[in-house]
């Protein structure tokens, strides 16, 4: 079992930026891909970056030139850099990790953005 951490939600205003973070609570030994998706009241939970162990990124269109996602090599932390946010990237955020091919899950942290 793992579990995942995140931190660093919140309230910002159209414009603005806020930067996600998500740490496994143990190390893993296989290849996998860790990433973040959103899901906004009464819609479904939409892909918005993910990263590969070895460094391969994939983004969604609408977040493309604004999200950069990193990982960090020595643990397995995952960040998401949220820039130019507008009102539509305001949703319930959730860190994934896909390994063995099995998910686990973040509980989720609120992205609020508003002026």
């Known amino acids: 079992q793992v579990e995942l951490v995140e931190s660093g939600g919140g309230l910002v205003q159209p414009g603005g930026s806020l930067r996600l973070s998500c740490e496994a609570s143990?190390?893993?030994?296989?290849?996998?891909?860790m990433g973040w998706y959103r899901q906004a009241p009464g819609k479904q939970r939409d892909l918005v970056a993910t990263i590969t162990s070895d460094g391969s990124t994939n983004y969604a269109d609408s977040v493309k030139g604004r999200f950069t996602i990193s990982r960090d090599n020595a643990k397995i932390v995952v960040f998401l850099q949220m820039n130019t946010l507008k009102p539509e990237d305001t949703s319930v955020y959730y860190c994934n990790l896909r390994v063995v091919g099995r998910d686990f899950w973040g509980e989720g942290t609120l992205v609020t953005v508003s002026s």
């Open positions: 143990r190390n893993i030994f296989s290849r996998w891909t």
